[in-house]
């Protein structure tokens, strides 16, 4: 069974450690804060300018001027701060964020990224995904491993145009988890019940299958 | 105005000697900490041509995407868009110029232009469209871009209180691009909920220091939510959103 968009957060907050600085992007890395693991702590990273984005407000707590970089209203954590825009990309781009999540339409081989862009259809921007993914070291992807129409999203060379050129190590599918390395990728895990032959049927880019691979488990 | 009262009375004065085909440098994310009332203004005065820099671009009946049915902006350098309809009709009908810029870039441009640097390196948009015709510089093993700085002829911005000298306190994650706004407009223009006297507000807790602006006024603020997103009152250890 391919993991559902809560499952995918749930396995990709097994990444966090105790202590991490973290970044996450809209849509399914948002979900990730609701699987923060027992007994350790973490801030997240709001990229409008916000350290330790608490949880949404309750309705006589809404603030107009307390929001993330949805721009949805949240509130903030105890012992968070706030910081104007260049001090928030100072912190990302220097290297400070410990993991940045974000979705993506393609990876490829080489570490490439696109996410922001579909040329012919409506271009929105880029926000601060470029920034995000050039500055940080440790950024895991979360997205679906091909199309409804069964066409691969792990790609020999991504089509669209880049977000980020050769800064992805780590993606985390609906089917399975990978790591690229050295211009290929690598299968570290598979979602429960998925085959590796399935795997391999939907991932267009080389593919690195290491004796048995093991299933995740939650 | 005498010596460094920079406070002024009215919108129309605030905004004196804007004219068409300026560059105009915005504060706010989203509908975040937007100088609402300068934008009005603007769209009263019917400037036309002009080039602005902001984040955001508002939405169809508030912010900044109310000067768009009067054609008022050429150009805009943004880092995400299209959250207004007009808009997108504008931008797809090639009558709107939109120079895509990363937020974190775009950030920099800002602060690099109150600096009074000219230019800097990123690795934010390097073998992307954004580095298209762009410098490109190896440092230490990685590439880079070259990014120019921006500086506008005015900047809007919007601060929670001001004192009579200029010195400003933003309130929460209204911060955002304001205070770079506010060091590279060549007239700095600032709106608060409140002005208080000279010497009220503590000198370690203000976020821009009054020699950067040149306008000060007071004005009410709808202070419009865009995703307006809550929680049950039930007590929860959710860490974060949802």
Known sequence: MALSREQIAQRVAQELKDGYYVNLGIGIPTLVANFVP?????MLQSENGLLGMGEFPTDDEIDADLINAGKQTVTMATGASVFDSAESFAMIRGGHVDLTVLGAFEVDVQGNIASYMIPGKLIKGMG???DLVAGADNIIVTMTHASKHGVSKLLKQCSLPLTGKGCIKKVLTDLAYLEIKAGKFHLVERAPGVSVEEIIKLTEGELVINGDVPEMSF | MAGFDKVVSSYEEALHGLTDNMTVIAGGFGLCGIAENLINEIKRRGTSGLTLVSNNCGVDDFGLGILLPKRQIKKIIASYVGENAEFERQMMAGELEVELT?????????RAG????????TATGVGTPVAEGKEERNFNGRDYILEEAIVGDF???KAWKA??????IFRKTA????PLAATAGKITVVEVEE???VGELDPDQIHTPGIYVNRVIQGTFEKRIEQRTVRAKTPSTNNGEQ
């Open chain 2, 195 to 197: 002005i208080v006297e």
């Open chain 2, 175 to 178: 911060r955002n691009f304001n």
């Open chain 1, 128 to 130: 601060g995904a470029m």
């Open chain 1, 38 to 42: 027992n007994g350790i702590e973490v």
């Open chain 2, 102 to 110: 990363p937020q974190g870039t775009l950030a920099e441009k800002i």
């Open chain 2, 155 to 157: 900047a809007i911005v």
């Open chain 2, 114 to 121: 109150g600096a009074g640097i000219p230019a800097f390196y």
């Open chain 2, 163 to 168: 004192d009579r000298y200029g010195n400003l």
